[in-house]
């Protein structure tokens, strides 16, 4: 079975940031990710990962207001210099907390007829992300997210991302795979996977609908846990679901599958 990672973004909230880490261990995870570290301290990470026996594998460059509903950083051309100022910081963070891959969110374009331009703009930072940490040993990985919960975002589908990866063409550009969003577009993660794992830096998953943990909605985890298990994919594969009660209460997928 794959080797899981917990999301303390949306995993273990019924505690703060700080705690999750011991709360995640306890649970029995031996890694986890963060979605946007910066409001911790990076040293006080460091030390906590040291504390519990965790591997941090995986965190993102600063988004800005992506996640309030505005456009992001990425892909926005006026915003370049911002995203040079976020990539420093993302790179301050790595540097000390060696994970395995810096995601780069692509962003949203709420103008269509900007569109070709927010994704040139996107490529052009994703080229500076990966020359930055490519000298640290890390992964730099950008993720599609659907266009149904996030609208106007530029890459919704797996085809979208192998085309950037394709036109981009550098062996330090990974996919990173969210198996909801993915379902939520009505694509086939199986397969994907099973066909693409050399291109995949990192996977993530929750159920769909409802983005709730494994049992909650109608995707086939055995199968696509399989898949991965089959493909040669050698990441992790992060749990970065909504929790429907207390995260303890929600594991029993992991209870089932983990091999631990």
Wanted: aromatic share 10%; glycine share 8%; with cysteine.
């Amino acid at each position: 079975m794959p080797r899981f990672s917990a999301n303390l973004s949306m995993l273990f909230t019924e505690v703060d940031l700080i705690d999750r880490f011991e709360a995640a261990r306890a649970a029995g995870f031996k890694a986890a990710e963060i979605q946007f570290p910066y409001d911790l301290d990076v040293e006080t990470i460091r030390r906590k990962l040291v504390e519990q026996d965790l591997r941090l594998v995986l965190f993102n460059v600063p988004a800005d207001d992506l996640l309030l509903g505005g456009e992001g950083l990425a892909c926005v051309p006026e915003k370049q210099g911002m995203f040079r100022e976020a990539l420093a910081l993302a790179v301050d963070y790595a540097k000390v907390l060696r994970p395995d891959a810096v995601n780069v969110l692509p962003g949203r374009c709420l103008d269509s007829a900007r569109q070709t331009e927010y994704l040139s703009t996107f490529k052009q930072n994703l080229g500076l992300a990966a020359d930055a940490f490519s000298p640290l040993g890390i992964k730099t990985v950008f993720e599609a997210i659907n266009s149904l919960d996030m609208p106007g975002f530029i890459v919704d589908t797996g085809a979208k991302m192998l085309a950037v990866q394709d036109e981009l063409q550098r062996s330090d550009i990974f996919l990173q795979y969210d198996i909801y969003h993915m379902l939520r577009m009505s694509e086939k993660p199986a397969e994907f996977i099973l066909r693409h794992a050399r291109r995949i830096g990192h996977i993530q998953f929750a159920d769909c609908p409802g983005r709730g943990q494994p049992g909650t909605g109608t995707a086939d985890w055995a199968a696509l846990f399989s898949a991965i298990d089959q493909s040669g994919y050698d990441g992790w594969t992060g749990a970065e679901y909504k929790p429907s009660g207390a995260t303890s209460t929600t594991l029993g997928w992991f209870n089932h599958y983990d091999n631990r």
